[in-house]
Structure formats: structure tokens, C-alpha cells
């Protein structure tokens, strides 16, 4: 019998038809400005280290998704559909709204009829461009996110009753055209959401949740820590018992709401953060700096790719390691600059806790700041192989 069982793996490993399905997702998130203003057009992805590639982002104009960016939209889309050619199982979404853009969902999300003009806004614009879902980024139902943003009590129950309908048309296209159209949203891991949401009915109507793991520390604010730490940290002092700051805390928070663990996907950042006059105790970490430092594309901002490439081998910095949060950091004690990120040894734990739950895959925040693919790779080897 063992014999056999070798006998039929072996013969698995060598004959495609016989490959073992895709167990985990792996999502990334192409923005449509890299392709002027950062140099990376869609061609430039490896589209074979991913599942699906969400599409960051469509506007919402009288209550319709619409083009974000008319100017450079149609080239991407069509940047994108040629890479499907090549890789026929990946799948393309939209996002819609996103930070800057989700100021009239709860307008949208008020009554049966603005959800139902919505939803069939949703479907025209998903196939009239080719795509295989739409993701909803609604920052934030009920209250927080930009201060411009429309929010009332209502949004909780009304963001339900908005993914059902979505849902519900997408159901309805999708039988017409004989395809399954995907509905995916990227939520806030942070208490406030979960109280916000009724996120054990929003799992029934979407096919996953992307969890956005990280921001728990930026450059918004003053205090240097860590961009994604997985657990919490003694040395924290913004840890609480309920404050829920570390990214196993948000994911349990989840699953305690109700969410399948195969519908959580893990959202993981390929930037890190930078600020400038930390003060050397602690080697920066967890003190109160001047402000922002210099970003790659925007101040307080570093791509991956520029982490590694002017800052991780450059005199006077110093990478240390934070085993309590599982995450790395560098600081250079003369300039006072401390920069916060995740490297392969970090995502390595990351993507161990992802298997080791069961969880459905990871997400990624975003493709083109990871210009070398040090971080997607790994990723790939772990969840795709």
C-alpha cells in the first residue's frame, strides 16, 4: 500500500493534470496610478505568484461605481486581461472607494432602492471591462476613516443589506453569462469595526474578507512602533486589554464575529513607515519623534523595495528585531530616523500563523512596492507550492 501511495504521488508530482488544487489565495492590490507616476505598468507583475489581483480603485459618482481614473483606467484593464493569457486561473476584481473614496457608501447604503442602482452599477462595470468580482473597501461604516466621509448609526445593518444585494445581482449575471462572479471586502481589523459591522452576516454574502493587518502604527502620528506587529508587545503602552493593536488580535476578532476561517485572508504590507528625530533610547522604537521622515513617493512612506536598496546596508542604520511583535525595524541613532516594515523573516511567521489557523490565504498591500519580489515569493512558495 505504501508503495502504491508513493507510486501515485510521484506520478502527481510529475503530471499537470494531476496538480493539487489551490488551497490559499493569494490577493494583491495593483494601484492604477503606478503606471505613470511610478513607473509600473500592470505588465511588470508576476502574475504567476498570485490568485487574484484587485484593482485599486473605482469612484462612486450619483450612486454608481465609475471609472477612478479615466485617464489611465482602459490601459491598465487591458494590461491586466493580458496577463490572465498567460495565467488563466488568475482572477481580477475591482476595489471600490477605498480611503479617499468611500465618502457616499452610506448614502448608497440607505435604502432598498440607491443599493439596488448600486448593485446593477457594480455588474455593468464588472463586465463591461472583463473582470471576475468586485471588492468592497468601505472605510469605515458608522463613523471614522476621512472626516469628509457620509456616516450614520444605520450603516451597520444598512452595509449587510448593500453586500446582499450586490451579491444578489452578481448571482443573477453571473447565470446569464455562466460564470461565478466573486463579491470580497477589505475590513478594518480594529475593535470599532467589529462593534460597527454584523461581520458573522456579511461572511455569508461576500466569498472572503481581506483583513487589512496593518497601520496600527504610521507616521500620522508622533510614536515610532511597528507597522504590522503580529502580537502584542509589553513595551507598547498603546496595547490595552480591548485595545486589540497587533494583528492576531484582529483576526480573532473575526472569528469570534462569526467569520469562517477559510472567508479570512490575511492582509500583509509590501511599504513600511519612516519617521525622522526619534530619540536613541530604545533604538527608536516606541518614542515619541519629530515627525514624518522622507518617503520614497510621499512623505513618511517607503516602498519595500527602497527599504532595502538605500536604507537596510547603508552606515548607521541598524536592523533589530522585535520578538515580542515578530516584526523587524531600522534605526540610525545619529539622523534619529527609525523605520518600521515587514522583511522575509517577518512575513515568514506571518505566513506560518495563516497556515497554522487554517486561514484562507493572504492579501497584499501593494504589488508595486515590492519591485524585486523579496516578499511575494516567499508568499507564493508557502501558499501556492
Known amino acids: 500500500m505504501r508503495a502504491l501511495l508513493l507510486g501515485l504521488l510521484a506520478a502527481c508530482w510529475f503530471a499537470p493534470t494531476c496538480a493539487a488544487p489551490v488551497a490559499n489565495k493569494v490577493v494583491g492590490y495593483y ?56 495565467n488563466p486561473k488568475l482572477k481580477l476584481l475591482v476595489s471600490v472607494g477605498g480611503w ?42 458608522v463613523g471614522g476613516g476621512d472626516p469628509g466621509n457620509s456616516a450614520r448609526p444605520e450603516d451597520k445593518r444598512n452595509f449587510t443589506l448593500l453586500l446582499q444585494a450586490v451579491r444578489k445581482a452578481l448571482d443573477a449575471a ?14 478594518n481589523p480594529g475593535p470599532d469595526y467589529l462593534r460597527n459591522t454584523e461581520l458573522g452576516e456579511v461572511a455569508k454574502a461576500v466569498d472572503w474578507i481581506n483583513v487589512m493587518g496593518y497601520d496600527y502604527h504610521g507616521p500620522w502620528g508622533k510614536r515610532a512602533g511597528p507597522l504590522a506587529p503580529l502580537w502584542a508587545d509589553a513595551k507598547d503602552d498603546t496595547q490595552t486589554a480591548t485595545s486589540g493593536r497587533f494583528v492576531a488580535a484582529g483576526i480573532e476578532g473575526h472569528i469570534k464575529a462569526g467569520v469562517p476561517l477559510n472567508k479570512i485572508v490575511l492582509g500583509v504590507p509590501f ?3 519612516v519617521w525622522k528625530g526619534c530619540p536613541d533610547a530604545m533604538h527608536g522604537q516606541y518614542q515619541t519623534c519629530a515627525g514624518a521622515g522622507k518617503g520614497t513617493w510621499e512623505e513618511g512612506s517607503l516602498e519595500y523595495a527602497d527599504i532595502v536598496a538605500n536604507y537596510l546596508s547603508q552606515p548607521g542604520f541598524t536592523r533589530y528585531w522585535n520578538d515580542a511583535t515578530k516584526t523587524p525595524w531600522l534605526y540610525n541613532p545619529e539622523s534619529g530616523i527609525y523605520i518600521t516594515y515587514d522583511d522575509p523573516e517577518s512575513m515568514g511567521h506571518k505566513l506560518d500563523y495563516v497556515v497554522k489557523q487554517k486561514l484562507g490565504g493572504v492579501m497584499i498591500w501593494e504589488l508595486t512596492t515590492d519591485r524585486e519580489r523579496a516578499l511575494l515569493a516567499p508568499i507564493a512558495r508557502k501558499l501556492l507550492h
Open 174 to 187: 453571473g447565470k446569464k453569462a455562466k460564470q461565478q462572479y466573486l463579491l470580497t471586502i477589505a475590513s
Open 31 to 86: 494601484i492604477a496610478w503606478a503606471r505613470d507616476a511610478r513607473n509600473f505598468s500592470p505588465e511588470k507583475i508576476d502574475a504567476s505568484k498570485l490568485t487574484h489581483i484587485n484593482y485599486a480603485f473605482a469612484n462612486i459618482v450619483d450612486g454608481k461605481v465609475v471609472l477612478g481614473y479615466p485617464d489611465v483606467d482602459a490601459k491598465n484593464f487591458e494590461g491586466l486581461r493580458a496577463l490572465k493569457k498567460t
Open 100 to 141: 479617499a473614496w468611500s465618502k457616499h457608501f452610506s448614502d448608497v447604503a440607505l435604502a432598498d432602492a440607491s443599493r439596488t442602482v448600486f448593485a446593477d452599477s457594480v455588474v455593468v462595470y464588472m463586465q463591461k471591462y472583463q473582470l471576475d468580482g468586485v471588492d468592497i473597501d468601505w472605510e469605515f461604516p
Open 271 to 273: 511599504y513600511g513607515y
